[in-house]
């Protein structure tokens, strides 16, 4: 992580897409051997791990609740329709259908090219809305019983978007490689255009100063290859309804994807 923001602070190119000024590199690509190494460390970019959880749950599990994920990250609400109070385009809802259909297809053909989950649509998506998907798609690999990911992004914004983008889609990889009872594979990020906006420069620099920061020793894996990826979504349910209820709050079950119906 800081050598990725010490790229863009020494090599980024000044650009002020809708006037905000940022520092770009295009492309921006990264991998990481060991998708479990998904956190980032920093006392310098504290992110919020209980964000990353809730946001990455809901996303494998296809659904949104944005009032449960601002508890985490108030920021978020900034994306949130002011009508629904829903985030636009969430990337749950648009691969929640596709994802049983990837998992299906490589285990008619492991080898296949064609485990391509979509998250950008032109159709809707080239219109004025406060969220428009950064991430276009994922692409999955089986190779030597390994499952590999790839993430194709038309903009990551390093200091908000990296730390939650790298762990919501390494955690989806786990996810359908544990239902397909393969190992974790590499996970490869390209980012079109990797940026930092001006306002976050100087606290970008304390991250590369600081030399700590990094993904974390690998964790401790979320799935087991014991759970089908239905049963896998079920369990994410539950945590996410017990999250509420500790909280005295009541969480929809059908924002859940009818897992408990």
Request: glycine share 6%; net charge neutral.
């Amino acid at each position: 992580y800081p050598r990725l923001l010490n790229q863009v602070l020494t090599k980024g190119e000044p650009v002020s897409p809708r006037g905000e000024l940022t520092l770009e590199v295009r492309p921006l690509v990264f991998q990481l051997t060991n998708p479990l190494n998904r956190w980032v460390s920093s006392r310098a970019r504290r992110a919020s791990k209980n964000f990353a959880i809730t946001e990455s749950f809901q996303f494998v599990l296809g659904v949104i609740d944005t009032q449960q994920q601002a508890r985490y990250n108030k920021n978020i609400l900034r994306w949130a329709d002011p009508v629904t109070g829903e985030i636009e385009a969430p990337y749950g809802l648009r691969v929640k259908s596709q994802i049983p259909r990837i998992i299906e297809l490589l285990r008619q053909d492991p080898s296949s090219r064609q485990a391509v989950a979509s998250i950008y649509c032109g159709e809707t998506d080239l219109k004025p809305m406060l969220n428009v998907p950064c991430s276009c798609l994922m692409q999955f690999f089986i190779r030597a019983g390994f499952l590999e990911l790839t993430v194709y992004q038309r903009s990551n914004d390093l200091w908000w978007g990296t730390p939650y983008d790298v762990f919501q889609f390494t955690l989806m990889q786990e996810a359908v490689a544990r239902a397909l009872e393969c190992e974790l594979g590499v996970y490869t990020h390209i980012a079109a255009s990797g940026h930092v906006y001006a306002p976050f420069v100087e606290q970008a620099k304390l991250v590369v100063a600081e030399g700590s920061a990094r993904y974390c020793d690998p964790q401790p894996q979320f799935f087991t290859n014991s759970l089908t990826y239905w049963e896998t979504k079920r369990q994410l349910a539950t945590v996410l309804l017990f999250e509420a209820s500790a909280r005295g709050l009541v969480l929809e079950t059908s924002k859940l994807g009818g897992q408990f119906e």
